[in-house]
């Protein structure tokens, strides 16, 4: 319920933005007026929601991680069991800023899921090489091995194929191993990472851009060493508001300092999007 307001932000801004045939809502434990906004919300543009409803005692025996890592964040790792086909599940605290229907023209080569290097990994990684240190990449290190640290991708934006996940055998269930994915500080995107190594295609930085710094996820890409479609340069199409600030409440000077276009743009879709949908409370 945190989320609601924003994720019916996101819903609104990937309705105007792709030609979308059907939304596919992971609930936990929403009320029925909260159903009732995004349906309105979906209804807008005539296309078809359907809610999935998830109790939290579905994730029993999780820790809470913090306020903005939620244990209703693992809801995504249930996604195989729910739909069919292709699924591309992007994070409540997110805009949608162009088309994304390429998500579901592209290939995959094989890989059961797609998405963007962490922007924080990146960042760490390149200093590391630089000769500074990184206090827990041996953590990160381990959870990837024998790739890459900077392998390592953000989950807020992921490109699943669910059938090809179902297809084989005991993964769709190994994604529903709390008791292992609780083991990590950050849980199902540790997880995920664990469970996926070697099996993930790395997406350009425009599909998960880090409050819109996507030139800077490029440029640090780029100096790993990486080539071709992840590295060019191109507009943000998905820009996630990661992390426990976030744009809709009050920022600090140096969060407008370090992502001004990308808080500048979330602040004129919140106003528009209220003026649709004024009934839509955000948590100031």
Not at 112 to 135: N, P
Request: glycine fraction near 8%; charged fraction near 25%; include cysteine.
């Amino acid at each position: 319920m945190g989320l609601l307001a924003p994720t019916a932000l996101a819903l609104d801004s990937a309705l105007r933005t792709t030609a979308i045939s059907q939304i596919e809502i992971l609930g936990v434990s929403l009320t029925a007026n909260a159903e009732s906004i995004l349906r309105r919300v979906a209804e807008n543009r005539e296309v078809p929601i359907r809610f999935h409803a998830i109790n939290e005692s579905a994730f029993a025996g999780v820790g809470a991680k913090g306020s903005h890592v939620p244990n209703a964040a693992l809801a995504r790792l249930y996604l195989p069991q729910l739909v069919d086909g292709r699924v591309l599940y992007i994070d409540g605290d997110t805009l949608v800023r162009r088309d994304v229907g390429d998500a579901f023209r592209m290939s995959m080569n094989g890989h059961c899921i797609a998405g963007v290097r962490d922007f924080s990994t990146l960042k760490k990684e390149v200093k590391f090489q630089s000769g500074r240190s990184w206090v827990d990449r041996a953590r990160v290190g381990d959870i990837v091995a024998p790739l890459p640290v900077e392998s390592y991708i953000n989950s807020g934006v992921l490109l699943i194929d669910c059938g090809a996940i179902r297809r084989e055998r005991g993964l769709a269930e190994a994604m529903l191993d709390f008791e292992y994915a609780d083991r990590y500080p950050l849980v199902d995107q540790d997880y995920i990472n664990e469970l996926f190594k070697g099996r993930i295609l790395h997406l350009n930085p425009s599909w998960n851009a880090s409050w819109g710094r996507q030139k800077q996820q490029v440029s640090w890409t780029r100096e790993l060493g990486y080539s071709g479609d992840e590295v060019k340069r191109e507009p943000a199409r998905i820009v996630h508001y990661h992390g426990a600030e976030k744009p809709w409440r009050k920022l600090p000077r140096n969060r407008w300092k370090r992502s001004f276009s990308g808080v500048l743009a979330y602040r004129i879709a919140l106003r528009n999007f209220q003026k649709r949908f004024p009934e839509v409370s955000f948590d100031r």
